[in-house]
């Protein structure tokens, strides 16, 4: 996303809003988007009123080290899956003592697709207070596009966990 093209009506600004007005806290863990969605979220002026930190978890022995991931986790289902996103979620929720945790874990490309696993799978999820809820993607595009998508997923999800945004109408 370029600089200029930022505006107050994007979705990061949306749901920082959401976030300040409920006075609600949180952290992402980020594999295949590297930190995209941490960025959006803080590159809202006063984003540091919700936005606690996060860990981009690129390798499984991070997701171990830093998020709880079970290693029987990642030996059963890998690293994309809907229990490592889950647990991602969980646990940096827990370890950053956030009302709200967001995991995103998934296959950006071009490479790294397997037959189960294709190019923009991404698993998605939030956690908190009510529960942890994980979805399911897959986008298509390059990778810069399958990051972006995955992160706008993870900013209409945290909206909608928070009490959804209000009607624009």
Not at 48 to 57: D, W
Not at 86 to 115: K, L, N, S
Request: overall charge neutral; charged content about 15%.
């Amino acid at each position: 996303m370029q600089v200029e093209n930022f505006s107050e009506n994007d979705l990061e600004y949306a749901v920082g809003r959401l976030l300040a007005a409920r006075k609600l806290t949180i952290a992402c863990a980020e594999s295949c988007t590297g930190g995209l969605l941490s960025g959006r979220l803080t590159a809202v002026p006063g984003s540091s009123a919700y936005v606690m930190g996060g860990v981009v978890s690129y390798t499984n022995e991070v997701k171990v080290s830093h998020l709880g991931v079970k290693q029987a986790t990642l030996d059963a289902v890998g690293a994309v899956s809907q229990e490592t996103a889950g647990e991602m979620a969980e646990g940096i929720r827990c370890r950053m003592h956030t009302d709200i945790g967001v995991g995103i874990t998934g296959i950006a490309g071009p490479g790294g697709a397997t037959a189960n696993k294709p190019v923009g799978l991404v698993y998605i999820s939030v956690s908190g207070c009510n529960g942890t809820v994980v979805t399911r993607n897959v986008f298509h595009g390059n990778r810069q596009q399958v990051r972006w998508q995955a992160t706008e997923k993870a900013l209409e999800m945290v909206a909608e966990y928070a009490g959804g945004l209000p009607d624009k109408s």
